[in-house]
T-cell receptor, first 112, second 117 residues
Framework: GESVGLHLPTLSVQEGDNSIINCAYS??????FIWYKQESGKGPQFIIDIRSNMDKRQGQRVTVLLNKTVKHLSLQIAATQPGDSAVYFCAENFSGYSTLTFGKGTMLLVSP | GAVVSQHPSWVICKSGTSVKIECRSLDFQATTMFWYRQFPKQSLMLMATSNEGSKATYEQGVEKDKFLINHASLTLSTLTVTSAHPEDSSFYIC?????????????FGPGTRLLVL
C-alpha cells in the first residue's frame, strides 16, 4: 500500500557529514526501488535505483542499501553538501505492475 | 539523460475555468506517461497512467471526467483540469517512460503549479 504523511521527517546535518535517509516499503513483492531527489518547486530527479537481487549499489557519492527481510531501504550520501538539501523520496515497484509507489519523503537540510 | 518538459510552469485561474497542462518528452519517445499530484509537504500521488493511443487508467478516487488526459503522440500528453475549484490547487507533475519494460526508469517533468482562485 501507499504511505503518505502530512509531516515530512527532517534530517539536519552539517556540510561534510555523511547522511543516511531511511525508507520502509510496504509491499514484500516489490522488486525494484528508486531514490528520487526533489528540490523545492521542482520535479523529482532520479538518483539511484536497485533491484531486489542486490543488497547494495553505489553511485557517485551515494549508496543504496536494500534489506528485503525487514523491507527497508536506505540512501547514504557521502560528504553531504548544501546543494544536497532537498526532499528525498523512495519509490517501489513490482514486476507486472507498471506504476511506482512513493514513500512519504524525508527533508534533508545541510548547513554550511 | 532523458528530458521531460511541462507547460505552463505555473498557472492562476478563476474557479470554474478549465486549465490544460502539457507534458512533453524532448529526446525520447514515451510509450507511457504518468500524471501525479502533490500537495505541500506531501508525497506524490499518482492520478493516472496514459499509454499512447489508448484511454488513460485512473487511480481510485480520481475523477476521470474532471481530469481529462490525452496521450495522442509518443512525445505529448495533456492533462486538462475541467471546471477547476480552489481544492484543485496543487503541484501537478508528469513523468514519462521510454520502454515497454515495466521497470524502465520514469523521468519527471519540472511540475506545474496550479492556483485556483
Amino acid at each position: 500500500g501507499e504511505s503518505v504523511g502530512l509531516h515530512l521527517p527532517t534530517l539536519s546535518v552539517q556540510e561534510g557529514d555523511n547522511s543516511i535517509i531511511n525508507c520502509a516499503y510496504s509491499n514484500s513483492a516489490s522488486d525494484y526501488f528508486i531514490w528520487y531527489k526533489q528540490e523545492s518547486g521542482k520535479g523529482p530527479q532520479f538518483i539511484i535505483d536497485i533491484r531486489s537481487n542486490m543488497d547494495k549499489r553505489q553511485g557517485q557519492r551515494v549508496t543504496v542499501l536494500l534489506n528485503k527481510t525487514v523491507k527497508h531501504l536506505s540512501l547514504q550520501i557521502a560528504a553531504t553538501q548544501p546543494g544536497d538539501s532537498a526532499v528525498y523520496f523512495c519509490a517501489e515497484n513490482f514486476s507486472g505492475y507498471s506504476t511506482l509507489t512513493f514513500g512519504k519523503g524525508t527533508m534533508l537540510l545541510v548547513s554550511p | 539523460g532523458a528530458v521531460v518538459s511541462q507547460h505552463p510552469s505555473w498557472v492562476i485561474c478563476k474557479s470554474g475555468t478549465s486549465v490544460k497542462i502539457e507534458c512533453r518528452s524532448l529526446d525520447f519517445q514515451a510509450t507511457t506517461m504518468f500524471w501525479y499530484r502533490q500537495f505541500p509537504k506531501q508525497s506524490l500521488m499518482l492520478m493516472a497512467t496514459s499509454n499512447e493511443g489508448s484511454k488513460a487508467t485512473y487511480e481510485q478516487g480520481v475523477e476521470k471526467d474532471k481530469f481529462l488526459i490525452n496521450h495522442a503522440s509518443l512525445t505529448l500528453s495533456t492533462l486538462t483540469v475541467t471546471s477547476a475549484h480552489p481544492e484543485d490547487s496543487s503541484f501537478y507533475i508528469c513523468s514519462a517512460r521510454e520502454g515497454i519494460v515495466l521497470q524502465e526508469t520514469q523521468y519527471f517533468g519540472p511540475g506545474t503549479r496550479l492556483l485556483v482562485l
